[in-house]
């Protein structure tokens, strides 16, 4: 006879629990912040929406030495700039550098 009633007993707790969860956390919701309103949401800038710039880098030159330079010596003193090319540079014809990208890659 115990068998049968511990599970729905337990069940019975889970459900209560379950149910406490939900009224507590409606409670906390109606405790926070309120939902801004629409004439409070973000608005587009006056010239519009703002565009991508995309434009390709590449890296300045490691500086000549007579000594091999180590990594942590190169970290961070390098830059970059503006490149002349406007085409994406690519690795190989079809290809785009990238490994396992889940195409069919450069055939």
């Not at 801004?36 to 434009?55: A, C, S, T, W």
């Amino acid at each position: 006879m115990l068998g049968g009633i511990a599970p729905f007993i337990v069940g019975v707790v889970v459900v209560a629990l379950l149910i406490g969860a939900v009224f507590l956390d409606a409670r906390r919701r109606a405790r926070g912040p309120r939902r801004p309103l629409p004439e409070e949401q973000p608005r587009l800038p006056e010239g519009g929406p703002v565009h991508e710039e995309l434009e390709n880098r590449e890296p300045d030159e490691i500086p000549k030495s007579d000594l091999r330079l180590l990594p942590y010596q190169v970290h961070g003193n390098l830059g970059s700039r503006p490149s002349q090319e406007k085409k994406r540079p690519r690795w190989s014809k079809g290809g785009s550098g990238s490994f396992g990208s889940g195409g069919l890659g450069a055939h």
